[in-house]
């Protein structure tokens, strides 16, 4: 998922979710993904899913579902309200790690957005605290 804030200067807060430069998620992104793994505990990520017959790591959201996530970060003083939130789930097909061995770059950085929400929080400028609206 990926999540921004941002200012009414579209100035950066916080975020999570984003690509680093090499095309990988940001460390600590909350990710929905099943890792399969083969007989002798490895991933399997050239999609060889044959190989398959377990997984090490799975987290998804069922058809009607729903999950929280949560965040903690702070509006510096700096910050101009009002301040935007938005969250954007965000699907690729592949793993980084099989794109970069079978797509070329501009490929790799592809994604589709699947489901986007957003959220404006107007700020006081008294004691610089948010207002729920």
């Known amino acids: 998922m990926w999540f921004r804030v941002t200012d009414a200067a579209n100035n950066l807060i916080y975020e999570s979710g984003g690509l680093n430069d090499d095309q990988t998620l940001q460390k600590d ?28 790591y799975r987290k998804f959201i069922p058809s009607g579902g729903a999950d929280v ?47 986007q929400t957003r959220q404006i929080i107007r700020m006081s400028p008294i004691f610089n605290r948010m207002l729920r609206i």
């Open 69 to 115: 996530a949560n965040y903690n970060f702070k509006i510096p003083s700096w910050a101009k309200s009002p301040i935007t939130v938005s969250a954007t789930i965000r699907y690729r097909k592949f793993n980084t790690r099989y794109a970069k061995w079978v797509l070329t770059p501009v490929q790799t950085r592809s994604y589709l957005p699947q489901s």
């Open 29 to 56: 992104s909350t990710i929905y993904q099943s890792i399969p793994v083969d007989r002798e505990g490895n991933h399997v990520w050239k999609h060889d899913l044959f190989n398959m017959i377990g997984v090490s």
